[in-house]
């Protein structure tokens, strides 16, 4: 049985997913990051913890729990709740990679592996998730439907003309519902320490407006690389903008929109 939220019911087909992104390396050594990860959960399991947040996606990889859980090993019984619960999701990957670089079997194994850490923390139900893949490699339908996975949501490496939703199918036949992120993942309206409260109401609603113009129900990511949750004082802020949409996490949206 999945332990994912009920779907949210929304009239207006639009649904927000608060994420982060996280490169374990990038233009600051690992410590670095790693510190920022750890800081970035321990601010997360404040939030889910008295209800000021509801969901939360950690990206699409594993790795970066048994990263951030080295530094404080306390926050794991502090978040396992919430994957249980299904407010904060992770997987299917172990690390997110480039998919046209490494082979067929790495990528077998790193799902293999991200799938089952998933797991042991109470995530069961997975969409692929591709958010900052440069390109993908034509056997990953098989891959992924050999593993049970049948919907995908990605941003490069496809051309988006109109319709974001289409039918992803591999060589075999194999085929997944996928999604691509119109305007892709990274949107940190509500996280600009230069921007009011106010500023933040109108670009969120002009953000809205915008992905909710592309056909079929529409994903509106709310984070980026290195983010973390937004602070509680602008989810207050906001509560009655957010409310009527509701927020999910990438497979409890995709098993909506089938």
């Known amino acids: 049985m999945s332990t994912c939220p009920a779907p949210v019911t929304r009239q207006s087909g639009i649904s927000l997913c608060h994420l982060t992104h996280w490169d374990r390396e990038w233009y600051e050594p690992f410590g670095v990051y790693q510190l920022r990860l750890a800081a970035v959960l321990?601010?997360?399991?404040?939030?889910?913890?008295?209800?000021?947040?509801?969901?939360?996606?950690?990206?699409?990889?594993?790795?970066?729990?048994?990263?951030?859980?080295?530094?404080?090993?306390?926050l794991e019984a502090g978040l396992r709740p919430h994957f249980a619960a299904g407010r904060l999701h992770v997987g299917p990957w172990y690390v997110m990679p480039d998919t046209l670089l490494v082979g067929l079997e790495s990528l077998a194994r790193n799902l293999a592996r991200g799938i089952r850490e998933a797991r042991q923390y109470g995530c069961d139900a997975f969409t692929a998730y591709l958010p900052d893949t440069f390109g993908h490699a034509d056997s990953l339908p098989t891959l992924f439907a050999a593993l049970g996975i049948d919907t995908a949501i990605v941003w490069r490496g496809r051309r988006l003309v109109g319709n974001p939703w289409f039918?992803?199918?591999?060589?075999?036949?194999?085929?997944?519902?996928?999604?691509?992120l119109p305007d892709g993942y990274f949107q940190p309206v509500l996280h600009d320490p230069a921007t009011t409260a106010e500023e933040k109401r109108e670009q969120l609603t002009a953000l809205v407006a915008k992905l909710a113009a592309y056909p079929g129900p529409t994903l509106v990511p709310l984070g980026g690389d290195h983010l973390g949750p937004p602070r509680a004082e602008t989810l207050a802020a906001m509560a009655d903008l957010l409310a009527p949409y509701g927020t999910v996490h990438p497979h409890r949206f995709m098993e909506s929109a089938k």
Not at 167 to 179: H, I, T, V
């Open 42 to 74: 321990r601010a997360l399991a404040d939030l889910l913890r008295d209800g000021t947040l509801d969901t939360f996606t950690l990206d699409g990889q594993t790795s970066l729990l048994a990263d951030a859980f080295a530094l404080l090993p306390d």
């Open 167 to 180: 039918r992803w199918q591999g060589p075999d036949g194999s085929e997944l519902l996928a999604y691509q």
